[in-house]
């Protein structure tokens, strides 16, 4: 990736280091390291995701695969890397959620999906986790009197390596039929799925609480504001997330 970046843009400044968002310990590891190299941080992208996988997999700290990588990891990442974020004069946290979160639903009494386990249920749940947990954050930015703004970005269908990996788990099943079937024929490019993400992160009419998708029933094309579903501004469910959040991943992050 680093390689390609140069190709494309020789005068680039990279520094690549390893994070498993799956892994609280990876994820402490990489926090440390970035803020004795980079005491501010203009902007996070929080876009590590890990979709519909036909059998119930967990992370290294017993989470479910899905909702530890999705959300708890980049709760996680963003906590430990906010004192850099708020060192900048004006950051950005840009979180990748997904059209999914529109047939989410948080089960707080299973969030781990141990009783039942639903490949795309619990994908639902971790994208509509991902609005929640932005959306509660800019709440609290505010009222904390913070620098940092919080967005959420999706890239509508796009043909990236979520699918074809996802679809290799699937080995050779309907599912993985679909979703090859799909990116060959309907999904936009990688490029262009990345342009809701880069609108958010950069463009000066970007404020905190923004979603950006694809503009053509959000789906494909360039990015225009979009509207999550009610269920992702529930203030209930963002505080209660925002509490198991921070009890799961062991994190200190005191934002009132």
Same mark, same amino acid.
């Given at each position: 990736a680093a390689d390609e970046v140069k190709r494309t843009a020789p005068q680039a400044r990279l520094d690549v280091r390893a994070l498993d968002l799956s892994s609280l310990s990876s994820i402490a590891n990489f926090a440390t390291q970035v803020r004795a190299s980079h005491p501010a941080i203009d902007v996070l992208v929080n876009n590590a995701g890990?979709? #519909?996988?036909p059998k119930r997999h967990t992370t290294a700290d017993g989470f479910e695969l899905q909702f530890g990588t999705n959300h708890l990891g980049h709760f996680a990442l963003t906590a430990q890397l906010f004192d850099a974020l708020e060192a900048a004069p004006a950051a950005r946290v840009v979180s990748v959620a997904s059209m999914a979160h529109v047939f989410g639903r948080m089960d707080f009494d299973d969030l781990m999906e141990e009783r039942h386990y639903s490949s795309w249920g619990a994908y639902g749940q971790s994208k509509l986790a991902n609005l929640l947990f932005v959306f509660e954050l800019e709440k609290r930015l505010r009222a904390a009197g913070k620098k940092t703004q919080a967005l959420n970005a999706h890239p509508g269908y796009s043909a990236t390596n979520l699918q074809s990996t996802s679809a290799r788990f699937m080995s050779r099943g309907l599912d993985s039929f679909f979703m090859d079937l799909g990116a060959m024929t309907? !999904? %936009?490019? !990688?490029a262009m799925g990345a342009l809701p993400s880069l609108y958010a992160a950069t463009m000066p009419d970007a404020?905190?609480?923004?979603?950006?998708? /694809? #503009?053509?029933?959000?789906? *494909?094309? /360039? /990015?225009?504001?979009? %509207? #999550? *579903? #009610?269920k992702a501004r529930n203030a209930d469910d963002a505080q209660r997330l925002w509490n198991v959040s921070l009890e799961l991943t062991r994190v200190r992050w005191s934002l009132p």
């Open positions: 890990v979709m #519909a996988l309907i !999904a %936009q490019s !990688a404020v905190g609480g923004d979603y950006f998708g /694809p #503009a053509y029933f959000e789906m *494909r094309g /360039p /990015p225009k504001r979009v %509207q #999550a *579903r #009610a």
